[in-house]
């Protein structure tokens, strides 16, 4: 005789920066598995995991494009799965590098929101004679760049450059706007900037949203402590 389905609840929530409406249920002990076994292997192999996860979850809509979501995207779509599927609470140790002391945080994931500034521009005039349209860095991106989701990673400036052409979607001048070209082509043309103009992308990136919290505390000392937490790896 068969054994009855489970039935899984389902959840709706509006990614934050596609602002696309979706509909997801919990992973599934066989899908936990597979995050687990991806996050013990390379950034490929866990960017892998993470869009397979997205895959079978999402009921609504149906077509969506995985790799096209933007990282904070997936990092809350994360986030959400985490409290659905196990608990909204998680347990965090630090220790203090002041006193030397272990302390214990419980950070409510129902309570996170990404930090997103709504003035910032996705086009950047690099000098009042040329502009840029960029967008934010994808996970299909990130994906065929060997990157992972952690912010503040390290990475050489190859890796920036292949990162920050990877988002130009369209260079325009006085007579024309350029929306159909290589990746060689946009290396190149990053890598003809001068040093003001490139500050001007920087800040484009600089200013993207960002999955941050804070967590306030007294150490043994009597001195008050801050640790932030950024990217989805700092509350798991």
Known sequence: MALPKIQQPLFDYTLPVSKIDITYRPFLVG??????????????????????????????????????????????????????????????????TEDNKTYDFNVDLDELEPVIDEDRSYEVDLDGNIGIRLKDPTIGLL?????????????DNESIYKLIAGCIESVWDSEE???????????????????????????????????TYELNYKNELGNKRNIKLEGLSDFF
């Open 143 to 155: 994906s065929k760049l060997g990157l992972n989701l952690e912010q503040g990673q390290e990475m």
């Open 31 to 96: 899908e936990e598995k597979i995050l687990l076994m991806g996050k013990e292997q390379d950034a490929k192999a866990q960017i892998k995991a993470m869009k397979q996860i997205i895959t079978n979850v999402i009921q609504t809509p149906e077509d969506i494009k995985v790799d096209d979501l933007t990282t904070v995207d997936v990092e809350m779509l994360f986030i959400k799965l985490r409290a659905a599927s196990v608990q909204n609470v998680v347990e965090l140790k630090y220790r203090d």
């Open 177 to 211: 706007v350029y929306d159909n070209f290589t990746q060689k082509d946009a290396l190149e043309f990053l890598q003809s900037m001068d040093v003001n103009r490139f500050k001007k992308v920087q800040e484009f990136f600089e200013r993207a949203p960002k999955l």
